[in-house]
């Protein structure tokens, strides 16, 4: 096993239920291999009579590699990723490639395009990634330095709503040098750009968009990961939301989310 690894921790969705059992039965084979790596599962964390948000940081924290399934891109999951790369573990993405448009969705995003993944189509393909895991650590390749004539982070969105509008607007009132990412000028966010940008941050502020907002799943995901390595690098936080319908509710983040009334 790769850098002598000895616990992962696998991060998937529970939907669809035939990927989240295809993800199970690969768990359990490669830990009844005596590969020498113990795999656990989200479903497996002790959470009864705990937090589960602050369980699966925790059970992130302490493994040496977090796999993730991408497959069907999801909140929680890519805040986990984003969080395991802000830890500074190293990070295995696997995608299913016998989901329809899987792969093509990932393209789409952009964010994972670049940094590498595996396919697999079955558990045993899956048990077979799960044996030759990669050695390097994003965060150690590609972090920068604080970046103090511009501390500050924002995620702007596609769409220029009046919360976003005035969320810009409170930022540039406080007179604080900020960096930004706009998908109205630059399409695509890939994992490695967030690593530098919020390394380079000492505050990140992530608005969340409501689901009727056009671009709202890109952006959340964007959001996700970008939330789950600031909050791994240890940055100042802000992730923010208006109150109404069709927000987001990611488990691993809810908790930390400030809402507007």
């Known amino acids: 096993m790769a850098k002598g690894y000895r616990t992962a921790f696998f991060a998937y969705p529970a939907q669809p239920a035939d990927l989240a059992a295809t993800i199970s039965t690969a768990i359990s084979a490669s830990n009844a291999a005596g590969t020498g790596i113990t795999i656990q599962g989200w479903p497996q964390l002790p959470v009864f009579g705990a937090n589960i948000a602050d369980e699966v940081r925790k059970g992130i924290k302490y493994a040496d590699v977090l796999v993730g399934d991408i497959t069907r891109p999801n909140l929680n999951v890519y805040y986990e990723i984003g969080y395991a790369v802000g830890e500074g573990r190293t990070v295995a993405p696997v995608l299913n490639a016998s989901v329809a448009n899987a792969a093509k969705a990932i393209q789409r995003d952009g964010i994972f395009d670049n940094s590498g993944y595996q396919s697999y189509e079955n558990h045993e393909q899956l048990q077979a990634e799960l044996a030759s895991l990669p050695e390097h650590s994003l965060q150690e390749l590609y972090a920068k330095p604080i970046?103090?004539?511009?501390?500050?982070?924002?995620?702007?969105?596609?769409?220029?709503?009046?919360?976003?509008?005035?969320?810009?607007?409170?930022?540039?009132?406080?007179?604080?040098?900020?960096?930004?990412?706009?998908?109205?000028?630059?399409?695509?966010?890939?994992?490695?750009s967030m690593i530098a940008e919020i390394s380079a941050s000492s505050g990140v502020v992530i608005p969340l968009l409501p689901t009727h907002i056009d671009d709202h799943e890109r952006h959340n995901l964007r959001a996700a990961f970008i939330a789950g390595l600031s909050h791994g690098l240890q940055r100042q936080t802000l992730i923010i939301q208006q109150h109404g319908d069709g927000n987001p509710v990611p488990a691993d983040f809810r908790d930390l989310v400030t809402t507007l009334s």
Request: charged share 20%; net charge positive.
């Open 147 to 192: 970046n103090f004539q511009q501390p500050l982070y924002v995620l702007q969105s596609f769409r220029k709503t009046d919360f976003l509008n005035s969320l810009v607007s409170a930022v540039k009132d406080a007179r604080v040098h900020f960096r930004s990412f706009d998908p109205a000028e630059i399409p695509r966010l890939s994992a490695v």
